[in-house]
C-alpha cells in the first residue's frame, strides 16, 4: 500500500458512525468565520513560528501570497509585508468575507476565490509562494491537492499541519459523551511521508506555539465543540467539564512546518 493509500484509509476512519451523524442536531463541520478571524488577529502579535520564517525567506519586496484554505487568514496575514497581494482560497460560508476584512485592516490588495481546491485552482493565478495552513487532514486524496500547490508556486510552497490529527484532542469527549473510541492516525509523519512518494524535496521543521483552549467568548467554543460532537446544548456542562480537563494538559500545540519548492513560471 502506498504512503498516499495509507493516509487516505486513516483519514477514513475519522468518519462519524451513522447513529451518532442521523442524531446530531446540527452539521458537525459547521466553522464559526468568527473564530477564525480571532485566530488570525493572534498570530500578527505572537513570536514568528517556522512556517512564517520559511515562506518569508523567498518571498521578494512586492511579493504575492496564495492561502489555500485561508479561513480568517492566519497563515497569509503575517507575511504582510513584504507580501502586498494576497489571494484567498475557502468553500466555508463566511470565510472569505473574514479574509477580505482583516485584509483591508492590514492595509493589502487582495482577491478571494470561492471553492474547493485543487477544482477552482484553474481560476487562481500563480503567486510567489503558496501557503495552507491546518487543511490537510481535511484531504483524503493528498495527491492532486499537492500539485495543485506545487504547481500555483513560483518560488516555494509552505504547509503547516498539526504533528496529530487536530480533533484528535476532542477524543476523551468522544469517549465520555458517547463510548465511542476514535482513531489516533494519520499524522504529520504520515503527511511527510506522502510527499516524499511524490519525489518533493521537502523540508520540514517542528515547533511549539502555546494553545489556548479558551478564548474571549468561552460560550463559543463549546457550541463549536457541541457540533463537533454531534449532541446538543443539553451536553454543555459535560463538554465544558472535559475542556477544561484537556486544556489543563495541553498547554502548547505542536505543529510542523513542511516546504518545498514550486514550479510555477
Not at 157 to 167: A, D
Request: with cysteine; hydrophobic share 45%; aromatic share 6%.
Amino acid at each position: 500500500m502506498s504512503a498516499a493509500e495509507r493516509w487516505r484509509d486513516a483519514l477514513a476512519a475519522w468518519a462519524i458512525p451513522d447513529d451518532i451523524l442521523a442524531a446530531a442536531p446540527a452539521a458537525p463541520w459547521t466553522f464559526e468565520p468568527a473564530l477564525f478571524a480571532r485566530r488570525a488577529d493572534q498570530v500578527l502579535d505572537e513570536p514568528e513560528t517556522a512556517s512564517q520564517r520559511r515562506a518569508r525567506e523567498v518571498l521578494p519586496a512586492g511579493g504575492s501570497v496564495l492561502d489555500v484554505g485561508c479561513g480568517g487568514g492566519a497563515g497569509s496575514l503575517p507575511l504582510v509585508p513584504p507580501a502586498t497581494l494576497l489571494t484567498g482560497v475557502d468553500d466555508a460560508d463566511g470565510m472569505l468575507e473574514a479574509y477580505a476584512s482583516a485584509a483591508d485592516r492590514r492595509g493589502v490588495a487582495h482577491r478571494e476565490i470561492p471553492g474547493t481546491w485543487p477544482h477552482v485552482a484553474r481560476e487562481v493565478d500563480a503567486a510567489d509562494v503558496v501557503v495552507c495552513h491546518n487543511v490537510l487532514y481535511n484531504i483524503g486524496d493528498l495527491v492532486p491537492f499537492v500539485a495543485a500547490l506545487t504547481d500555483h508556486a513560483r518560488r516555494r510552497v509552505v504547509v503547516e499541519i498539526g504533528t496529530t490529527h487536530p480533533l484528535s484532542n476532542l477524543n476523551p469527549l468522544w469517549e465520555a459523551l458517547h463510548g465511542l473510541k476514535r482513531p489516533d492516525a494519520p499524522t504529520s509523519d504520515d503527511a511527510l511521508a506522502v510527499l516524499e512518494e511524490l519525489g518533493l524535496d521537502v523540508g520540514h521543521e517542528e515547533f511549539e506555539r502555546p494553545w489556548t483552549m479558551w478564548g474571549p467568548d468561552r460560550s463559543a467554543t463549546v457550541a463549536m465543540t457541541r457540533r463537533r460532537l454531534c449532541v446538543g446544548p443539553e451536553r454543555d456542562a459535560e463538554i465544558e467539564a472535559q475542556l477544561d480537563k484537556i486544556a489543563a494538559y495541553t498547554p502548547v500545540r505542536r505543529s510542523v512546518a513542511l516546504w518545498w519548492d514550486g514550479t510555477a513560471a
